[in-house]
């Protein structure tokens, strides 16, 4: 599974894509300190069709909260409920950020042909880990 997925709308040659791929795998090497020769952190991709997008998510937080997307600056979901993965039975403090929740169909937003910067913001209570975020076209 890729650490980082772009998902590019038209317009840069696969050859740009592959060098775009280095850059960021070598700046999140860097970064991280990860060690070198690991493979598949940064995957870029083409997304065919505009239109309105689902989004799917695997995260973990302790108090839950909200989120939002913004596209290009402008604000695209509004608002979304992350529920608590909070487990009382569970009386280890560290691990209350290991229990792992997916919520498909969290939001919807949507999408035009081209290049965009995708936002996230926290909202309130900013104690959230993401696994991953997918986005799917939907009808």
């Given at each position: 599974m890729p650490f980082v997925t772009i998902r590019i709308l038209k317009g840069h040659s696969q050859e740009r894509k592959d060098e775009?791929?280095?850059?960021?795998?070598?700046?999140?090497?860097e970064i991280a300190q990860l060690p070198k020769g690991a493979e598949g952190w940064v995957v870029?991709?083409?997304?065919?069709?505009?239109?309105?997008?689902?989004?799917?998510?695997?995260y973990t937080?302790?108090?839950?909260?909200h989120i939002s997307l913004d596209v290009n600056g402008v604000d695209a979901?509004?608002?979304l409920e992350?529920?608590?993965t909070f487990v009382a039975a569970d009386t280890v403090e560290w691990r209350?950020?290991?229990?792992?929740n997916r919520v498909a169909g969290l939001g919807r937003f949507r999408l035009p042909a081209g290049?965009?910067?995708l936002t996230l913001h926290f909202l309130d209570h900013p104690v959230m880990n993401f696994d991953y975020m997918e986005f799917v076209r939907v009808p």
């Open positions: 775009m791929s280095r850059r960021i795998s070598e700046t999140i090497h870029l991709e083409d997304v065919t069709q505009e239109g309105w997008y689902s989004i799917t998510t695997l937080s302790r108090f839950g909260g979901t509004g608002p992350i529920p608590s209350q950020a290991h229990h792992w290049k965009h910067l």
